[in-house]
């Protein structure tokens, strides 16, 4: 064969592996997405699952993911900034740097089932918070935490040094560097990183099937207070979230119309993650133009 | 400014320097101590079946998961295999076409790659992971039902949906390395030239291949780790399989199968804690492979 | 000299091993423009970091030696460099105001610095642009992005951001070299004007500039200071024959 031959035969075989992903991809979301959607109604979206029933939605679920995910993001974005600000302004060189960044690399590659148990140990046994929402929060931080740091030492790198000279040079402290200066024009980068964790976070289960739980009490949506163990915003209440309910109706499903609430719910989670991407690229976009329109 | 404003002045300034090395440095070792303190639980957890137990070394690499029989054995060989078969293939599935993805986006098609498939990459990284299982379920094992003997639930089930799962990762790994290697070095070998393909063969995938591989055990890495998806499309059945269309485990399967119907303290939910030991093991032994590798690109 | 505002005694500047500043004694007068002058690489903007203590962000640089303000030697670990940098100004070769508004780049020194009062800072932003001939020009847009000033304009922000925290010094980093001609004319004018209330360290490629702005000059070669006299007698007769090929153009 001719190296020409062989040239045009080499092209082929990737565009066509790669061509492959793109229908591979178009497959699955196509899939998921005519399977589910014809499932997803209003009824579906806010009614409680029935067990040997049909009918069943997921409404709890979703109440729960998505509350367990305003958690989530109220614990870790400020530990998330604050380590990642010390990895990238105040850690100095060295051998205590270089063993804190290989720490939070093993950690980023933690599997999330080990969180998980590491989550029940700790966190529902020692800890005495039980199955519950906050057990479910503190379990998905500690796997986040490595993410969230990254990102932000990514959005710090980015900004210009002479950004961070001008101000020190003025005899602004550093801190106030960092909080005025710095973290404003890291602020894109920070926040496309953090929407798009926070994607990762809503389609989370290994972790949080023996922290948050797998079921949830009957809920009652007309009741508020935060202290009761009927009411929904109580984050000391167990509570299945979304992709574990999707896990659990694939496992063990008992309804007669598993497969299709699986299916609505799975075209849920996937629009979700579609929305969290779409806005991340959305607000990334806006943010940068902000900054940059006015050269 | 007078004297004592200024005096103030020094105070305030400096109570907000320390204010900032304080809260970060704070944030910071909490994430040491949280690591640590995992490391140290899921140890003690996971050796105490050889401590409390008597468990032996030897019986935890047997070939018969009975936690059941009489005497009880917990024989993890057939999930330790499970875990490695399915990761390796998955690599073995996903490294092709994760590599032609990137060879696609950075040497063929640049902005074809970055516009369309880029976009696609990045969404699958986003899909979690219940979501593969789920279809894994009710595409992929179906077809393999279809097409091979067998319920279609195994390890070719499990590889073929982990190798989706990790493609991203691979990809974006290979496109960061393929991009990032300077211009001379393929303009040299065009300006001999060698057609695009010799290009790429002879030069570019050895000058990148350290990196290359760095993708490929980071999806390795994932695909060991990752419980759901694969419990949903494995089958299940606590033995070594004859084929890749036969119902097995991995050890993140039966983690997640049996370690909330075991009561916490027996020695079966013990050893599932020593299975839970090995599987944070071997995330040590791949950093460490990621770092040794990573070391070797930067050569 | 009179007034002496600030002078090393013995300056070095290390990099790891590399030795960047070569034991550079120099004294510099209140109300006076002094130029650096020398070839790339020579460390005379090194030396210009050095004196606010800018380099001390550099990992692994190491600066000995001896800085006086008044009676005070700043080259000293329990030095408040954040007091000094409020002393002495900055100016960099790229104009880099900060991504907010004209009025908030000006603003952000002095009300860190503990001034609050509306009014009081408004007179600051006011009197610090005119200083900087920049306020016929910007009277009408303060609260617009300072990005959306021309690079001449932004450079002349910068300078007038630097003034309002009133320094007694103003360090300046070749600061019209990424500026048309036309800018980088106003910004010399502008030097001319500032130094009836500055000492102003100017470090510059241009020797033109040099000969222009300055009343004194020093002239750095390979991290030593080869020559330093009133900028007259540098380029019209210096004394030593290394100065004389410089500004000769016969290296550099």
């Known amino acids: ?201 809503f389609g989370e289960a290994a972790a949080l099937l023996f922290t948050a739980g797998m079921s949830s009490p009957r809920l009652d949506f007309t009741n508020w207070n935060p202290l009761s163990p009927t009411s929904p915003l109580n984050p000391f209440r167990p509570a299945e979230t979304l992709a574990v309910h999707i896990w659990k109706i694939n496992s063990e499903g008992l309804a007669p119309d598993a497969p299709q609430i699986a299916a609505g719910a799975s075209a849920v989670l996937i629009l979700m993650v579609l929305i969290f991407n779409l806005l991340a690229r959305w607000v990334g976009r806006l943010m940068m133009k902000k900054f940059t329109a006015a050269k | 400014m007078t004297q004592s404003g200024r005096k103030q002045k020094v105070k305030q300034h400096v109570i907000e320097e320390w204010t900032g090395k304080i809260v970060t440095s704070f944030c910071i070792v909490l994430l040491v101590v949280i690591i640590f303190s995992m490391v140290y639980f899921v140890a003690t957890k996971g050796l105490s079946a050889f401590f409390k137990d008597g468990l032996k070394l030897s019986e935890i690499f047997g070939t018969t998961w009975k936690p059941d029989g009489e005497p009880p054995l917990f024989g993890a060989l057939p999930f330790i295999i499970g875990s490695f078969s399915t990761s390796l293939l998955a690599a ?108 790429l063969s002879r030069t570019v995938i050895p000058t990148t291949l350290p990196a290359l591989m760095t993708g490929i055990v980071l999806g390795m890495a994932r695909a060991f780790g990752e419980a759901l998806a694969v419990q949903m499309v494995i089958g299940n059945a606590p033995h070594i399989p004859h084929s890749l269309f036969e119902s097995t485990s991995t050890l993140t399967s039966v983690i997640t199968l049996s370690m909330g119907n075991t009561v916490m303290g027996s020695m079966q939910n013990n050893v599932l804690w020593t299975l839970a030991f090995i599987l944070m093991m071997m995330t040590f032994v791949f950093v460490f492979v990621v770092r040794w590798l990573e070391r070797r690109a930067q050569r | 000299m009179q007034n002496i505002e600030l002078s090393t005694k013995d300056l070095s500047v290390f990099y790891g091993e590399k030795q960047a500043v070569k034991h550079i004694s120099l004294d510099f007068a209140a109300k006076q423009v002094t130029a650096l002058i020398g070839p790339s690489g020579c460390g005379k903007s090194t030396f210009l970091r050095s004196l606010n203590r800018m380099n001390d962000l550099i990992e692994g640089s190491r600066i000995t030696g001896e800085i006086w303000i008044g009676d005070e030697n700043i080259n000293d670990p329990k030095t408040d460099v954040v007091l000094l940098r409020q002393r002495i100004g900055m100016v960099w070769q790229r104009p880099n105001p900060f991504h907010k508004s004209i009025y908030e780049n000006i603003a952000f020194g002095p009300r860190y610095h503990g001034i609050r009062d509306r009014k009081k800072l408004d007179q600051i932003v006011e009197e610090s642009l005119i200083k900087a001939a920049l306020w016929e020009e910007t009277k009408d847009r303060l609260n617009q992005s300072a990005l959306s000033l021309s690079g001449g304009q932004q450079q002349s922000l910068c300078i007038a951001r630097s003034i309002a925290v009133s320094p007694s010094i103003i360090l300046m980093d070749e600061p019209s070299s990424a500026l048309d001609p036309v800018s980088s004319a106003k910004i010399e004018e502008l030097i001319a004007e500032l130094k009836q209330e500055f000492c102003i360290i100017i470090v510059t490629h241009n020797m033109q500039q040099a000969a222009r702005v300055s009343d004194r000059t020093a002239f750095f070669l390979m991290g030593e200071l080869v020559e330093y006299d009133d900028t007259n007698m540098i380029f019209t007769n210096p004394s030593d024959q290394r100065t004389d090929d410089y500004i000769s153009g016969r290296f550099g």
Do not use: C
């Open chain 1, 1 to 201: 064969m001719s190296a020409k031959t062989k040239d045009k035969l080499a092209t082929a075989v990737i565009v066509t592996l790669a061509g492959i992903i793109v229908l591979v991809m178009a497959g699955l979301l196509g899939f998921i997405l005519v399977r589910g959607l014809g499932h997803v109604s209003f009824h579906f979206l806010t009614s409680a699952p029935q067990t040997i029933k049909e009918g069943g939605g997921i409404g709890p679920q979703l109440f729960n993911s998505l509350f367990l995910l305003v958690l989530t993001m109220i614990i870790t974005v400020p530990l998330g900034l604050g380590a990642g600000i010390y990895m990238s302004e105040y850690a100095k060189p060295g051998k205590i740097t270089d063993t804190i960044r290989l720490i939070v690399e093993v950690l980023s590659s933690f599997p999330s089932i080990v969180v998980g148990l590491f989550g029940l140990l700790v966190i529902v046994n020692t800890f005495g918070l039980g199955f519950s929402l906050f057990s479910g929060a503190l379990a998905l931080t500690v796997f986040n935490l490595p993410l969230m740091v990254r990102i932000t030492e990514q959005g710090l790198s980015g900004v210009p040094a002479a950004q961070k000279e001008a101000s020190l040079a003025l005899g602004i402290s550093k801190w106030k560097t960092i909080k005025s200066i710095m973290l404003p024009i890291s602020m894109p980068v920070i926040l496309t990183g953090t929407i798009l964790a926070a994607g990762r976070v």
């Open chain 2, 92 to 199: 073995v599935i996903a490294a092709p076409l994760g590599i032609s993805a990137a060879l696609f986006m950075v040497e063929i098609m640049p902005n074809i790659g970055r516009k369309y498939l880029q976009p696609v990459i990045e969404l699958l990284a986003g899909i979690p992971s219940v979501v593969y299982g789920f279809v894994g379920l009710s595409v992929i094992v179906p077809l393999y039902r279809d097409i091979f003997p067998g319920q279609g639930l195994g390890i070719a089930a499990g590889a073929t949906v982990l190798s989706i799962m990790i493609l991203p990762t691979i990809t974006s790994i290979a496109t960061d390395a393929l991009a990032s290697l300077p211009a001379g070095l393929k303009e040299g070998s065009y300006a001999l030239g060698a057609t695009r393909w010799q290009t």
